[in-house]
């Protein structure tokens, strides 16, 4: 038989959970105090003449990024500090943003030229800028033959 009483209320006295115990429980937010990296949110899109890659790093000094491109994979590595806190974790309500070491690998479809390729920081949005190679796969040819 079931009972009709409410859930169970803690006992007067007992210690409620805090906020940020809530809105942390099992999240890896924490990466300064956390072993392992965190993907940075990107767009991917592409135009006739390239491949677009942006990446939402705010609060990220350009010089703490590196790019690098192997085979078809698009890599961002970095670290994005916490500027002018101590490591000392304070009564957080709320804890969303991350910081830490980041990595992100972008697989990158079609034959693209890395080597031509530019990236440039604008309001805290790193911009990647591939070009697209023609494919001559495929291209009719004609050959004349001589006589």
């Not at 924490?30 to 939402?56: H, M, N, Y």
């Not at 080597?115 to 440039?120: D, E, I, K, L, M």
Request: glycine fraction near 8%.
């Amino acid at each position: 038989m079931k009972s009709s009483r409410s859930p169970k209320r803690p006992a007067r006295g007992a210690r409620l959970a805090r906020p940020a115990d809530l809105l942390l429980e099992g999240q890896d937010i924490l990466s300064p105090f956390a072993v392992g990296t965190w993907p940075p949110p990107v767009d991917i899109c592409e135009t006739s003449s390239r491949v677009l890659v942006r990446v939402e790093l705010p609060g990220v000094d350009p010089s703490e990024v590196s790019l690098s491109f192997q085979g078809e994979s698009l890599r961002i590595q970095g670290v994005k500090r916490e500027q002018g806190q101590t490591r000392k974790l304070l009564c957080y309500y709320c804890l969303e943003r991350r910081y830490g070491r980041f990595d992100r690998r972008i697989a990158v479809k079609g034959i693209v030229n890395p080597r031509h390729s530019r990236a440039y920081f604008d309001k805290g949005l790193l911009t990647v800028e591939i070009p697209i190679l023609k494919d001559r796969r495929g291209e009719v040819v004609e050959i004349p033959i001589e006589k």
